[in-house]
């Protein structure tokens, strides 16, 4: 097969559109470098008429908005989902990851929850605290100055609390707390669960004259129009396209390897076109890998040569090791004082929590070592398929009959809309060189590349967590008047949900001091190949219990300062 | 191709392949009345409607039964306004596991109807179709929904498929007096529903909240990260 290569050499190729990605094509174009973004999916602009979902009602749909093509529903923006046809993935029998994928310009940060929250100083040092896992090379205050540039460049709202680990930042306010999260407010604080402002991602206030503010129409899941929300291609890759560099996108366009010369060095990448299923080569200087921590993993195992026969920046073994999602396990509860509510107003708010509990807990005194944060859901949301299924179940808790029909129905739909309030625990888990991802040479894509095979389980550790989140949940709603619904998950995870379902999948090419026991050093770099960086959460060594975007992005950052850095000294 | 400044490039695909751009373009412009599917969502979209689940006497069934379901109301319509039998067809296309309990439920229907008033059952009296309904149209929650008979969980699954339908309307969504999925500033909960569920502000919380009529100003911040503007 011929493979065609084009004359053009790259200062730096960036392998993935998404937050670490967008972060690097950013800065690495305001310094002025002439780049190519390879990218799998399409382009995509959240303003294009023809692609945008924000507005929509359920009725433009004749399945209305059920998620048969979209695992989030088909107002959801992402194009991919669990399972991609023609992209598999397989596992070790008796192990479960589930790989969620977005291939477009932006990748998941068109459809994210813009959870925002930063790890804090603890959170680098898992090791030194509890003796599981490993330290960071670095700590929060190498990334802290980070964390302030991203919060003023991109624009999160939250409260300055003071709290040790969840540190303060540059905050645009909050908005005010919905009817169910007073609720929740109250029925947490009952219990010493402290509650506070979210920190997520949407504009409260302008910060610039290029995006706009949150017109509060609660549907951030769907990427902004307006783009007053945090997706990477509205707030990093566009604006990346007008500052002084060159930004070349290649969509549609498959990574299959690193390429490198006989010093073992990085020349560039070979990519399959979607369009016409041809491979070509593009030359860079410097190759950035953001193609999320297992796509970008699989990408380097399967760049194999004489130079680096294990796969590239593998002479530790490590690549792919190390996996980790954030746990998971939620409960919702019936509270009777919410029936009955007034449609006057629109509440739809922001999309996703107003309020929400960082880890409160002292883990030397209880049977897990690491924390997790609530997340809290209710309210008169937009129907979409599945509203109204079992419309009078909760007649249970009232010793009325369940079930029948005629107008009875519509008064008890009014009756029970928006008497339920929903709360989920994401928590970390600990990195373990047995959960992790590996080359499967017996299968491949459609495009002719090996595909990742998954190995992983969950401990007591993470199991014991969830029974705590659990029992939590449970207070917290009887705290509220409320009926818990459903019986307490068990299964051999204890409610967990299963790895990867979360979608914080992290650790696969952890950075750290000693080349033998980790991929990158602490600025993203290889240690193998000075010239080849990572910027997605491949590089984390541990998840902390946040979410992991906003530490991508400073990260990514921190990344791409030193890249410019070394391009300019010519070190690499 | 360089995709520029801004550029809302639509269909483009990778920078070197050739494609054929204005087929591309054509299944993109016809999905305007599609909520921005994707080429590939909507082609699947158009197969599904081409095809039957149903013949005319079950849609005809499922129109009545419909509406003995949730009987239509002045102003907010009912189950045919909201196009509830096309939408049921379309989840049978949609979601084939359910179409043996649809099929099914519709036969049973019919040759209860039959047994008992010796008429198909859209045929029948009101009266005489709710004593058809009555015997499966409760349920015992503390019994699984796949435990429990044949014939009463195809009767649920026919009132979620209404109910849903109807709701997710244009009709059943005034029904419901849903406000949202319009642009707004949010500003909190109205006194008026703060009272009646017995609730109330705590100064302290609202005072960090935005001050909506500062929305359009841009943001600063002192070295602290205190807001100034």
Not at chain 1, 134 to 148: A, Q
Not at chain 1, 376 to 402: D, I
Request: proline fraction near 6%.
């Amino acid at each position: 097969m011929q493979i065609k290569e084009s004359p053009d050499v790259y200062d730096v190729i960036i392998v993935g559109s998404g937050a670490g990605g967008g972060m690097a094509t950013k800065q690495l174009a305001d310094a002025g470098f002439n780049i190519a973004v390879v990218e799998a999916g399409p382009f995509f602009d959240p303003a294009d008429p023809k692609t945008m979902t924000q507005m929509k009602w359920p009725h433009a749909s004749p399945r209305r908005g059920a998620g048969t093509d979209r695992a989030f529903g088909e107002f959801d923006m992402a194009y991919g989902g669990w399972e991609i046809e023609g992209e598999p993935y397989t596992h070790e029998p008796g192990t479960d990851f589930r790989w969620f994928r977005s291939h477009m310009l932006g990748g998941r940060t068109n459809h994210w929850g813009r959870i925002s929250l930063r790890f804090g100083p603890k959170d680098f040092k898992g090791k030194t605290r509890d003796g599981y896992g490993e330290d960071w090379p670095l700590g929060y205050d190498d990334v802290k100055p980070y964390y302030d540039k991203v919060d003023k460049l991109i624009g999160v709202f939250g409260t300055n609390e003071g709290l040790e680990n969840d540190p303060d930042g540059f905050f645009l306010p909050p908005p005010k707390p919905r009817l169910h999260e007073l609720f929740y407010i109250k029925g947490a604080r009952k219990s010493g669960v402290p509650v506070i402002p979210s920190r997520m991602s949407m504009l409260t206030k302008r910060i610039n004259n290029e995006r706009g503010v949150c017109f509060y129409c609660g549907q951030c899941s769907r990427s902004c129009s307006a783009y007053a929300d945090f997706s990477s291609g509205s707030c990093l890759i566009f604006p990346a396209q007008k500052s002084g560099g060159k930004v070349r996108l290649y969509t549609n366009s498959v990574v299959r390897e690193v390429t490198t010369n006989e010093e073992g060095k990085a020349t560039g990448v070979s990519y399959i076109s979607k369009d016409d299923r041809k491979e070509y080569k593009l030359k860079a200087r410097v190759v950035v890998l953001a193609a999320s921590a297992c796509s970008s993993a699989r990408i380097l195992l399967n760049s194999k040569s004489k130079q680096h026969p294990n796969g590239l920046g593998n002479s530790s073994d490590v690549v792919g090791k190390y996996l980790h999602d954030s746990t998971g396990s939620s409960r919702a509860g019936f509270i009777p004082a919410l029936m009955n509510r007034k449609p006057s107003y629109n509440e739809d708010g922001v999309g996703g929590l107003h309020v929400y509990s960082p880890w409160w807990g002292d883990n030397s005194k209880l049977d897990f070592p690491r924390g997790y944060h609530i997340e809290v859901w209710g309210g008169m949301g937009m129907p979409s398929y599945g509203f109204g299924f079992n419309a009078n179940e909760f007649n249970k808790f009232f010793g009325t009959k369940v079930g029948g029909y005629g107008d009875v129905l519509r008064d008890d739909v009014k009756k029970y809309y928006g008497a339920v309030v929903g709360m989920a625990g994401r928590g970390e888990g600990i990195a373990r060189k047995d959960n992790y991802c590996e080359i499967d040479k017996t299968t491949v894509d459609q495009f002719g590349i090996p595909v990742l095979k998954f190995n992983y389980k969950w401990s007591d550790l993470e199991r014991r967590q969830a029974t705590h989140m659990q029992q939590t949940f449970e207070e917290i709603i009887h705290n509220m008047g409320g009926e818990v619904l459903g019986d307490r998950p068990g299964g051999p995870d204890n409610g967990l949900n299963k790895p990867g379902e979360i979608i914080h999948e992290v650790g696969t090419t952890r950075m750290g001091n000693d080349p033998k026991t980790s991929v990158t050093n602490k600025y993203n770099q290889l240690h193998d190949v000075d010239n080849v960086f990572i910027v997605d959460a491949g590089p984390f060594v541990s998840q902390a219990d946040k979410n992991c975007t906003w530490t991508i992005l400073a990260l990514s950052w921190r990344a791409s300062d030193y890249i410019i850095e070394q391009l300019k000294a010519q070190n690499i | 191709m360089l995709l520029g400044t801004g550029a809302v490039a639509l269909g483009l695909h990778s920078c070197v392949g050739e494609g054929e751009p204005e087929i591309e373009q054509q299944i993109i412009e016809s999905a305007d009345g599609y909520f921005g599917r994707t080429p590939e969502e909507l082609e699947r979209i158009e197969k599904l409607n081409a095809e039957e689940l149903f013949n005319d006497h079950e849609l005809e069934t499922i129109a009545v039964l419909s509406e003995v379901i949730l009987p239509p109301k002045p102003k907010v319509g009912g189950p045919l306004e909201a196009g509830v039998p096309e939408f049921i067809e379309f989840m049978g296309k949609d979601r084939p596991r359910m179409q043996n309990t649809l099929l099914g439920g519709l036969l049973w229907l019919d040759s209860q109807s039959r047994e008992l008033f010796d008429k198909e059952f859209k045929s029948l009296e009101l009266e005489q179709q709710k004593q058809i309904l009555d015997p499966i149209a409760f349920y015992d929650p503390e019994i699984p929904s796949y435990k429990r008979p044949f014939e009463i969980q195809w009767f649920s699954l026919m009132r979620n498929l209404t109910v849903t339908g109807y709701y997710t309307s244009e009709m059943g969504i005034k029904d419901l007096g849903y406000k949202g999925n319009q642009p707004n500033v949010w500003d909190g909960v109205p006194q008026d529903v703060l009272d009646q569920h017995g609730v109330a502000y705590d100064p302290e919380w609202i005072a960090k909240c935005i001050d909506q009529s500062t929305r359009g100003d841009i943001a600063t911040w002192d070295e602290n990260g205190n807001l100034l503007t």
